[in-house]
């Protein structure tokens, strides 16, 4: 392998390390990553060129719940946002993680609070975010 | 010699094939046939939560080895099919269908769309039949027989028998699931409110064997059915196939494309091209019966008759799905068990006109996996998640058919050049109209039974992959149309047994009339020969 492949792979390596810990507040294991990095280098629809300013601004971990939320409000199709769904489907269809998708059963009021902080989190997140994303994101 | 040769091995090729193999005729099914290509399945007979939680290569049939699985862009036709199923999609190396505005999704595969259909099976009711040449009564021993051969569960003298009439041959309900169920209570206890509104509720008429039946279940309730056939209890044509090629006098001849037929002196000569081999062939019958798909029968006739040039209909339900959160439901316990079919199947007819009512199909949402749901989500990916896990079993998808008539701008030709096909369908304002008002009346009424729409998908034209109308059924006598007994005018010897003769098509799913028309008509040919 070359040294540019080899930075390349690293580079989406640790993307993928960083979006796990964003979406499941874990570590991904050796298989998820390979499968991460291989699902890039295959699928055309969430490659980009080096230069994707939103991947870029998202190595990150403070920018990536504003970009998140920015991307989703202005419902922004691109790359960032579509290897963020990406990271969440090999996730998803891996059982280390099964627990954090299968779904649970939740008492009404805890729904409550968890829909009044999301409410909270998103009028935070939301403005900055757009803000961020329009500033970064080149059509 | 061969009697009668059948083009397609899809839920009416083989139905049309049954009785004439019954009636002791030679008969060869010519079909492209593509198989299950080696996609990875799910290991066995095993549960989905289990599987979730223990299979290491779960990711290679729910993403699929090339994470063909993944949808990205616009919600298209087939979104429904998983990556084990996606070879029945698979096209093959021929004249393409063109279109601007609508997505014909065509199927070259063994046992055709059926292989990865939702199996709901209403009738159609006179209502239904209306500007038909046939009656349900005429149909009547049809679907009857169909039954028998195929498996359908159900319940009779609910809300929706005046919808789909009497079956003395039902086998018992499916499970319903936790918001089947809470739906179908809330219903009921102001069944009247609902009725007064022009709503009908109640269990869906599968093709699912409850019990065993041919070989074939019980449903094991794994919640599996959109990746696997397990315990092969959702019906598929091949399973009819298998059972035709014990037959001596059947024969299966699969990898060829019907091209063109030619009327001869005591027969019918039928082009084919062999896609193994590259070469023409030439197949020699007496009769032949048109029964791929109503866009390839029109297509073959078509060309058959010297009719490039002429448009023919074509008719499709017009398809909207709803993610809607059953919110009265939220806090309730759910039940794990259970099928991934259609749980409630509901009509809906405010302004009693019959022939214009909706048919709406209740899915609970978990089997297609959550990052599916996350793209169509305004949350950030993150939010969804953590709240979708919480409110994922309260979560449904309400899948509504409209009915469709033929108009002068819903046609499809054949390309003189390259024999390949060009669709345009617009349906026109007032369809268009009509279409949203009555969504939009429906969505006030779910709301009611504790529904909360959360947005609205329109997939497109085509997305129903219900096709018909191309070559009418009608007592006219006028060129590219079927007589009621199903011969194609124009010819002595050749039928029509599939979507292409249904004149109209009403907002309830097609196949099991598909089945039971492929029945009739095979049974009359089969009659008319042994004479
Ligand atoms: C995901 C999904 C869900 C569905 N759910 C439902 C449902 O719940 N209820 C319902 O009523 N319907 C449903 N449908 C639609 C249903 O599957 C179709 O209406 C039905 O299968 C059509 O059957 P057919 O035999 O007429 O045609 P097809 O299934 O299209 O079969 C065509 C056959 O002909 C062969 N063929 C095609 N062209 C040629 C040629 N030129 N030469 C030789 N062979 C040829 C093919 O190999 C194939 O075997 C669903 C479809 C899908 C994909």
Redesign the interface.
């Known amino acids: 392998m070359t040294m540019t492949a080899n930075r390349a792979l690293h580079a989406l390596s640790e993307e993928c390390r960083r979006f796990a810990r964003y979406l499941l507040d874990a570590e991904p294991d050796s298989a998820e990553v390979e499968r991460y990095a291989r699902a890039v280098q295959t699928l055309p629809a969430v490659q980009c060129g080096p230069n994707e300013r939103l991947l870029s601004a998202a190595r990150s971990p403070l920018l990536l719940p504003f970009l998140d939320a920015g991307t989703s409000y202005l419902r922004l199709d691109c790359p960032f946002r579509r290897r963020l769904m990406l990271a969440a489907a090999i996730f998803e269809a891996s059982p280390r993680h099964a627990d954090r998708f299968l779904p649970c059963e939740t008492s009404i009021a805890r729904m409550a609070v968890m829909g009044l902080w999301t409410g909270l989190r998103m009028a935070v997140l939301v403005p900055l975010g757009v803000l961020l994303v329009k500033a970064l994101h080149r059509p | 010699m061969i009697d009668v040769v059948v083009i397609g091995s899809g839920a009416s090729g083989v139905h049309a094939a049954w009785p004439l193999v019954k009636a002791g005729l030679q008969v060869a099914l010519v079909d492209v046939g593509h198989r299950d290509d080696g996609a990875p399945k799910p290991p066995g007979p095993a549960h989905f ?1 289990q599987l ?5 290569d ?2 290679r049939y ?2 699929g080895d ?2 063909q699985g ?1 949808p ?2 616009e919600v298209r036709v087939g979104a429904q099919l998983t990556p084990p199923r996606a070879y029945i999609a698979k096209a093959i190396a021929d004249a393409a269908t063109r279109s601007d505005d609508f997505q014909a999704m065509q199927s070259y595969a063994l046992g055709g769309l059926a292989a990865g259909w939702g199996a709901a099976v209403p009738p159609f009711s006179d209502v239904d039949l209306e500007g038909w040449p046939i009656s349900r009564q005429q149909l009547q021993p049809h679907y009857d027989a169909v039954a028998r051969r195929i498996g359908i569960c159900g319940v009779s003298g609910d809300d929706l028998e005046r919808w789909f009439g009497p079956s003395p041959h039902l086998l018992p309900p499916a499970r319903q699931d936790s918001n089947g169920s809470w739906l179908l209570d809330t219903y009921q206890r102001r069944a009247n409110w609902f009725h007064g509104r022009g709503l009908y509720a109640g269990q869906p008429r599968l093709a699912l064997t409850t019990r065993r039946h041919a070989g074939r279940g019980p449903c094991r309730n794994l919640d599996m059915e959109f990746w696997g056939d397990e315990d092969r209890s959702v019906y598929r044509p091949v399973y009819t196939l298998d059972q035709l090629r014990r037959q001596p006098n059947f024969t299966y001849l699969p990898e060829r494309h019907a091209e063109v037929f030619e009327e001869q002196e005591g027969g019918v000569a039928v082009r084919v091209r062999n896609l193994g081999t590259g070469t023409s062939e030439r197949i020699d019958a007496g009769h032949l019966v048109l029964a791929c798909g109503a866009i390839q029968s029109g297509r073959i006739a078509a060309r058959s008759l010297g009719a490039e040039d002429t448009p023919l209909p074509l008719l499709s339900n017009p398809y909207t799905y709803f993610p809607c959160l059953l919110w009265t439901r ?2 309730q ?2 039940r794990n068990r259970r099928h991934s079919l259609t749980q409630v199947m509901m009509y809906f007819d405010p302004h009693r006109r019959p022939q214009q009512a909706l048919q709406a199909q209740v899915y609970s949402y ?1 089997s297609l ?3 599916k749901l ?2 169509e ?11 979708l ?5 309260y979560f449904i998808i309400l899948g509504v058919h409209h009915p469709d008539y033929p108009g002068t701008s819903k046609l499809m030709q054949v390309r003189r050049e390259d024999g390949g096909v060009d669709i345009s369908y617009r349906p026109t304002i007032s369809e268009s109209r009509r279409r949203t008002k009555l969504e939009n009346e429906l969505m006030m009424v779910m709301y009611r039974l504790g529904c909360l729409p959360l947005g609205r998908v329109d997939p497109g034209y085509g997305s129903s992959i219900h096709y018909a109308g191309t070559l009418p059924m009608t007592e006219e006598n006028r060129p590219l149309t079927t007589t009621p007994q199903g011969r194609l005018r124009g010819t002595q010897r050749v039928y029509i047994a599939d979507g292409a003769a249904f004149p109209t098509l009403p907002s309830k799913g097609l196949t099991y009339t598909l089945m039971a028309n492929a029945d009739r008509v095979g049974r009359q040919l089969a009659t008319s020969l042994s004479l």
């Open positions: 939560t979730r939680s223990t299979d290491p779960q990711f729910f993403l090339d994470f993944l990205f862009g939220l806090g316990p759910t978990r996996l959550t990052f996350l793209k989500s305004h949350l950030p990916i993150g939010d969804a998640l953590r709240i896990q919480h409110v994922q079993s």
